[in-house]
């Protein structure tokens, strides 16, 4: 065997291409990586910093999980929300390793103490940012040693990405503790200041990137333009009523993802259920099982479903109301056909709808009148902070101060305080500061709601693919074939076809044979007679 064959990594061991190719077919019962894969383990295995940016359902978590067996030390993996953590376990173990495990906080004290305490058995070990931060947990990984720290979703480092978490901020000081390992970070969409925050805010060193498109060419981006919410609940009454491929519809609130669920049960269609953060951790379990093998055929939901699903066979992506930004819509479309047979996303337009966004960006970043509000009950309050989330609530409660508003602004504060010369007495220095950061970041968001809007108002002649490529700064390859939008050309498959069972529902015809223009086509479906 040539030497080049050879991945020598930062302890000295060495990993074969052939031991790697074994792993992934005894392990995995993949005969061969996908795009990417070999290259980014062989990069993470000699010990390099390594950023991976690839599409929903390109294999990321195979790009750590045989670094995991391979590697002499733990790999720790920064996982956002219980769930994913959850069926990444499950998943694991159906692969026939025990030697994976979770930390989260719906453990109770001694299932938590069990792991603790046999943490040497585990190699590969899933935690949240925030539970990665407890002493507890910390001493037992330093325990254990880490050779490989992942952060998963990592734009979430980033205040102008999607789901920015603060929690993630603190994840390179909790690397160094651990001895510096080798860092991955792992996201599906990232624009290049995002890219660049996540290298920064991770302290990522001479790391390697790779970076696959956000082209997905068998997804077919449609927005549908209503006048009126019964028109919204026409257009997908119609679709259920012909498909019995599964799908997702995304709504804004939790009590519309109820009210639609609850609606359209009430009309015959049984094999659907809501989903949000508000329902208990057993029942969103049981849900997500019953979707994944077929039980179910939609679900409702939040932006709170969707990250670490596993279930290649969605077929259509609805956004009832339009997301506030591009990477929030790339992301969620992206969940549909992820084996790579055809798909559509679908965005139901209604005049008015911006406004939902822009009630989301007050309860944020809220106004200047309520900034200086804050600030002179600090001042009172001889420039204590809320320590905990209960004095949170109280405070907010007294001002009357969205409580994710007052988030932003406490963390604004300490973010000047660290950045700056100003301490808590130059109160009106420190309100100034803290102002302007907030004023600059309503104004990116303002902007990322523009240009959603904006790519819903697109005309004939423009494209919406490649509008989304060029904000992700990229451009088509080359030609797109017709399957690509509703402004370049209609494939009435969206709707004619259940993908998986290639059953024409109805087919859009005229009396003579004709195939009817995709304007026609959607009044034949949508008489105006029906909304």
Not at 225 to 242: A, C, G, P
Not at 402 to 423: C, M, N, Y
Request: glycine share 6%; net charge negative; proline share 3%.
């Amino acid at each position: 065997m040539s030497t080049n064959q050879y991945l020598e990594y930062n302890h000295g061991h060495q990993v074969s291409d052939e031991l790697m190719q074994q792993t992934l077919q005894k392990v995995y019962g993949y005969h061969d990586f996908r795009e990417d894969q070999a290259s980014i383990i062989r990069c993470v295995i000699s010990g390099r910093d390594t950023l991976v940016i690839k599409t929903t359902g390109g294999g990321k978590s195979l790009c750590y999980q045989i670094p995991s067996l391979l590697l002499p030390a733990a790999t720790v993996v920064i996982s956002p929300l219980v769930s994913l953590m959850e069926d990444q376990v499950r998943d694991a173990h159906l692969h026939g390793r025990k030697d994976t495990v979770a930390i989260h906080g719906h453990l109770s004290g001694a299932e938590k103490g069990a792991i603790l305490a046999h943490i040497h058995q585990y190699n590969l070990i899933y935690v949240s940012p925030e539970g990665i931060q407890n002493d507890t947990i910390m001493r037992a990984l330093s325990r254990r040693r880490v050779s490989l720290f992942v952060v998963d979703e990592a734009h979430c480092i980033s205040q102008w990405g999607h789901d920015f978490r603060q929690d993630y901020l603190r994840l390179a000081h909790i690397r160094k503790k651990l001895g510096q390992p080798t860092c991955m970070a792992l996201t599906a969409t990232a624009t290049t200041e995002v890219k660049n925050d996540i290298l920064f805010y991770l302290d990522m060193v001479n790391p390697k990137s790779f970076i696959s498109s956000v082209n997905r060419e068998n997804l077919y981006h449609y927005v549908q333009r209503v006048e009126n919410e019964q028109q919204k609940i026409t257009f997908i009454y119609d679709l259920l009523n012909r498909r019995q491929d599964a799908g997702l519809v995304y709504c804004s609130s939790r009590a519309k993802t109820e009210e639609l669920t609850q609606y359209f049960q009430a009309q015959g269609i049984t094999s659907i259920a809501y989903y949000h953060g508000g329902v208990n951790p057993e029942e969103r379990r049981m849900i997500q099982e019953q979707f994944q093998q077929g039980e179910l055929k939609v679900i409702f939901a939040t932006n709170a479903f969707g990250m670490g699903i596993n279930k290649p066979d969605i077929r259509y992506v609805i956004h009832y109301h339009f997301p506030s930004q591009l990477e929030a819509y790339v992301q969620e479309m992206g969940r549909c056909s992820r084996d790579g047979k055809s798909g559509v996303s679908i965005v139901l337009a209604q005049a008015g709808d911006e406004q939902i966004p822009y009630h989301f960006l007050e309860q944020e970043y809220t106004s200047p009148s309520k900034v200086q509000l804050l600030f002179r009950y600090l001042k009172q309050m001889g420039y204590k902070t809320p320590s905990n989330e209960e004095e949170m609530q109280k405070v907010a409660y007294s001002l009357d101060f969205p409580l994710q508003a007052l988030d932003t602004v406490l963390f604004q504060l300490k973010q000047v305080l660290a950045d700056s010369r100003l301490t808590a007495g130059n109160i009106d220095e420190l309100e100034i500061e803290v102002q302007a950061r907030m004023d600059q970041l309503r104004l990116k968001r303002s902007k990322k709601i523009a240009t959603m809007y904006h790519w819903l108002q697109l005309g004939e002649a423009e494209c919406r693919r490649s509008f989304i490529l060029h904000y992700f700064s990229e451009r088509l390859k080359h030609d797109q074939s017709e399957w690509c939008c509703d402004l370049c050309g209609y494939r009435p498959e969206w709707l004619e076809i259940d993908v998986d069972t290639c059953h024409s529902i109805r087919p859009f015809e005229t009396p003579h044979g004709d195939r009817l223009h995709w304007s026609e086509a959607l009044d034949q479906l949508l008489p105006p007679s029906h909304l």
